[in-house]
């Protein structure tokens, strides 16, 4: 089946450590996303790319980076310059950007203590 | 820029009773709009969509119908399971001329929904 994974579902690190979280799309989607939901919010778009080796900031791009030399992949890096990285982090994909929908995957929960 | 309003929650609803979530959106141009589902600890899955004015998007018993001269995408079913406890949360998307909304999904906040047996 296809689908989107994310890996590891929880992760645990210590403040100052960056910390990557994984994407993986077998829908051979163009269009990949990174977002950040907070509790009672919704969520946010972190950086999006639209083909390999190109991506764009979100609206809350500060301390994340990302990289995108595969199609299927698309890992997130939250830096230690990120001051709230306790979150939720859902990737998705579509197949193109517009108004192509969007698939999600089950998310990692980032606790940073 | 877009921005999309979602009735306040949580809403509590008695099994099989009528469901109204209000959501309400500012865009220029025309945007596409969208229901996702979140089930408790998992990503969110597409519930419905609509396209253009007039255009009603369904599944699952849900119903939401793109009003233009409004700006609204309510989402409705008729009689509600204790399975379709959720976070509901409409978004919308458009292509910016610029490039600069190009494939961003601007959410609402999310609506929780609890039905009780």
């Known amino acids: 089946d296809g689908g989107i994974t994310q890996s590891p579902k929880y992760l645990f690190r210590k403040e100052g450590q960056n910390v990557t979280l994984s994407c993986e799309q077998n829908?051979?989607?163009?269009?990949m996303y990174w977002y950040r939901q907070d509790p009672g919010q919704g969520l946010r778009l972190i950086y999006y790319?639209?083909?390999?080796?190109?991506?764009q900031k979100g609206d809350i791009a500060e301390g994340y980076s990302v990289s995108r030399e595969k199609k299927e992949s698309f890992p997130l890096t939250v830096t230690s310059a990120q001051k709230n990285p306790t979150a939720f982090y859902l990737c998705?994909?579509?197949?193109?950007?517009?108004?192509?929908?969007?698939?999600f995957g089950p998310g990692t929960r980032l606790t940073v203590t | 820029g877009n921005s999309v309003t979602q009735m306040e929650g949580p809403v509590t609803l008695s099994e099989e009773a009528f469901l109204t979530i209000n959501c309400t959106y500012t865009?220029?141009?025309?945007?596409?709009l969208f229901w996702y589902v979140q089930y408790p600890g998992e990503g969110l899955q597409l519930l419905l969509k609509?396209?253009?004015?007039?255009d009603k998007g369904s599944n699952k018993g849900f119903e939401a119908t793109y009003r233009k001269e409004t700006t609204s995408f309510h989402l409705e079913k008729g009689s509600v399971q204790v399975s379709d406890s959720a976070v509901y949360f409409c978004?919308?998307?458009?292509?910016?001329?610029?490039?600069?909304?190009?494939?961003?999904?601007?959410f609402g906040q999310g609506t929780i929904l609890t039905v009780h047996p």
């Open positions: 978004a919308l998307t458009r292509s910016g001329a610029g490039g600069t909304s190009y494939g961003k999904l601007t």
């Open positions: 790319s639209q083909i390999v080796n190109d991506f």
């Open positions: 609509a396209t253009k004015a007039d």
């Open positions: 998705a994909s579509s197949r193109g950007t517009g108004y192509y929908e969007q698939y």
């Open positions: 829908l051979n989607h163009d269009a």
């Open positions: 865009a220029t141009g025309y945007p596409s």
